[in-house]
């Protein structure tokens, strides 16, 4: 099992940026696949990056795609979410999520832990 703990969420203005983190437990990180979510009130869990094992591969769609950057580090056993011009639309709380294997994933299903999230608000 992987325990996983988010930070660095905050109220930014649009235009701004913010770095989330993700530390796991455990002594296996680098054996799991990585993703981040979001979920803003009254919509459904949205796919926002996904990175393998090594790190050496990601995938984003296309709503934060050359704004967001995920990375990992397996020494820290951490994943970082990079987030560069904010947008009001990208508020939410964002959780991070690991699966067994590598490979990108995309949708809930495909991961098997989650954190509790972390709250980010973009002002206009």
């Known amino acids: 099992q992987v325990q996983l703990v988010e930070s660095g969420g905050g109220a930014v203005q649009a235009g701004g940026s913010l770095r989330l983190s993700c530390a796991a437990s455990g002594r296996t990180f680098s054996i799991y696949a990585m993703g981040w979510f979001r979920q803003a009130p009254g919509k459904e869990r949205e796919f926002v990056a996904a990175?393998?094992?090594?790190?050496?591969?990601?995938y984003y769609p296309d709503s934060v795609k050359g704004r967001f950057t995920t990375s990992r580090d397996n020494v820290k056993n951490t994943v970082y979410l990079q987030m560069n011009s904010l947008k009001p639309e990208d508020t939410a709380v964002y959780y991070c999520?690991?699966?067994?294997?590598?490979?990108?994933?995309?949708?809930?299903?495909?991961?098997?832990?989650w954190g509790l999230g972390t709250q980010v608000t973009v002002s206009s």
């Open positions: 999520a690991a699966r067994r294997g590598d490979g990108l994933a995309m949708t809930n299903y495909d991961y098997d832990y």
């Open positions: 990175i393998n094992r090594s790190g050496t591969s990601t």
